[in-house]
């Protein structure tokens, strides 16, 4: 299974970015798959989950701004991400499970992992 993460970059506050996780190789039934970010000196932290029965987790720290969906046709799991502020700066992980109850405990411990991509949000 293969994760490859894109769409990251640099933004003002305010501003608006997609990112993209192309995801090959699974033939998973179940599953949970998300997105996770983490910022110089912190913890890995959920950001937005779904699983194959099609249940979506925000953390609350971005509730109302962030979105996520996954496209079957093309496997690609996709965060839009709006509003966005200096603290949402991070290097932003697509993971995934074949057990959709990792959905709600956070994927952090996902069996499967992209190399990440970076947001950088200035004011």
């Known amino acids: 299974v293969q994760l490859a993460e894109s769409g990251g970059g640099s933004v003002q506050a305010g501003g608006s970015l997609t990112l993209s996780c192309a995801i090959s190789?699974?033939?998973?039934?179940?599953?949970?798959m998300g997105w996770l970010r983490q910022a110089p000196g912190k913890a890995r932290d959920g950001v937005a989950h779904i699983d194959s029965n099609g249940r979506v987790i925000y953390a609350d720290f971005v509730k109302g701004r962030f979105t996520i969906s996954k496209d079957d046709a093309k496997n690609n799991l996709v965060l839009q991400m709006n509003s966005l502020t200096p603290d949402d700066s991070a290097m932003y992980y697509c993971a995934a499970d074949r057990i959709p109850h990792m959905c709600n405990i956070g994927l952090t411990s996902a069996d499967y992992w992209g190399q990440g991509t970076q947001v950088t949000v200035s004011s």
């Open positions: 190789g699974y033939t998973w039934r179940d599953y949970c």
